[in-house]
C-alpha cells in the first residue's frame, strides 16, 4: 500500500522557521513535491526534488527561504522554510509522481499520490 505520511506543521511566528517531513513507503517514486493550500485558493506548487539526481525546483514565492532535501535511506523528503511569513499560511501537500519525465512536474495533476496535509500557521 502506498502511503506518504507528512509531519512537522505548527504554528509559528512570522520570521520563524518551520521543516516539514513526508515519508513514503510502498514504492519509489520519480518525483516528489510539497504543494500549499488555502482556503478559497487552489494547491499551488511549493517546491519539488527529482529523486535519480537530488535536483531541486522551487516557486518564485519561496526561492531563498525554503530548501528541499532528501534522505534516501529514510525514502523521506524534507521542507526546511526559513523566514516565514504570515502568506505562508496554509495547509502543506506532499506528494509524489511515479513515472518519469523530462520537465519538472508543476501541476496538481502532475502528481499520483498525496499525503493528508498537515497545517502550518505563520502569525504576525
Known amino acids: 500500500q502506498v502511503q506518504l505520511v507528512e509531519s512537522g506543521g505548527g504554528l509559528v511566528q512570522a520570521g520563524d522557521s518551520l521543516r516539514l517531513a513526508c515519508v513514503a513507503s510502498?514504492?519509489?517514486?520519480?518525483?516528489y513535491a510539497w504543494f500549499r493550500q488555502t482556503p478559497g485558493k487552489e494547491r499551488e506548487l511549493v517546491g519539488g526534488?527529482?529523486?535519480?539526481?537530488?535536483?531541486?525546483y522551487y516557486a518564485e514565492s519561496v526561492k531563498g527561504r525554503f530548501t528541499i532535501s532528501s534522505d534516501n535511506a529514510k525514502n523521506s523528503v524534507y521542507l526546511q522554510m526559513n523566514s516565514l511569513k504570515p502568506e505562508d499560511t496554509g495547509v502543506y501537500y506532499c506528494a509524489a509522481r511515479a513515472y518519469y519525465s523530462d520537465e519538472n512536474p508543476e501541476g496538481v495533476s502532475d502528481y499520483d499520490y498525496w499525503g493528508q496535509g498537515t497545517q502550518v500557521t505563520v502569525s504576525s
Open positions: 510502498g514504492r519509489t517514486f520519480s518525483f
Open positions: 526534488t527529482r529523486w535519480s539526481r537530488s535536483e531541486t
